[in-house]
């Protein structure tokens, strides 16, 4: 029997390992879930971009931190 890690754990982890503090990965994730639910076609440049301009110009984005935190809100649906 194989067991999934839980991705909202996973996606904190990986926010804490990329240099976000534990008490900041809220707000961030907060940013990340309203950037995508004001334009669910946007792509990740475009992301990173809009968090920027949120003031989360101090966090590198990557692509696959964005597709698992896309999977947890999928899931959280």
């Known amino acids: 029997m194989v067991f999934l890690p839980d991705n909202k754990q996973t996606l904190m982890s990986r926010l804490e390992m990329k240099g976000l503090e534990k008490s900041t990965i809220s ?25 920027q301009s949120l003031g989360w110009d101090d966090f590198d984005l990557d692509y696959h931190t964005l597709q698992l935190a896309i999977a947890n809100f999928e899931a959280e649906q």
């Open 27 to 51: 707000g961030f994730i907060w940013s990340l879930k309203r950037c995508l639910l004001d334009n669910p076609d946007i792509n990740h440049l475009e992301v990173s971009q809009r968090l």
